[in-house]
C-alpha cells in the first residue's frame, strides 16, 4: 500500500508493488497470458497486500494501468444462453 510522503499530502509508491509492476511489464513484453503472469507470479512468490498471491481480476489492472491494454473478450456472436443475436432477436 502507499503511504504518504512527509508533507502529508502526496502518497509515495510502494516499493514491493513497484516491484511487482516491473515483473507484470516484464512478463506481458514477452507474451504471457494473464493467467500466466498469474501462476509465474504465484510461482514466484508474488503476494497482494492481504498476503495472498495476486488473482487474475488483479493482474488485469495492473496490466490496464501500466501498459494502458484494454483486455475484452471478442463478441463470438453468442448469447449467455447460446442463441446467435437472430436467435435472440426472434424469442
Do not use: F
Request: proline share 5%; no cysteine.
Amino acid at each position: 500500500m502507499a503511504s504518504l510522503a512527509a508533507d502529508g499530502k502526496t502518497l509515495e509508491p510502494e516499493p514491493s508493488e513497484q516491484a511487482t509492476i516491473v515483473q507484470v511489464k516484464e512478463l506481458r513484453s514477452a507474451g504471457l497470458s494473464i493467467r500466466k503472469i498469474v501462476a509465474e507470479l504465484a510461482h514466484n512468490g508474488v503476494v497482494g497486500r492481504t498476503g495472498k498471491p495476486l488473482d487474475v481480476p488483479q493482474v488485469h489492472r495492473i496490466v490496464a494501468r501500466a501498459l494502458g491494454e484494454t483486455i475484452h473478450r471478442p463478441y463470438d456472436g453468442d448469447w449467455l444462453n447460446g442463441k446467435s443475436l437472430e436467435e435472440h432477436s426472434e424469442g
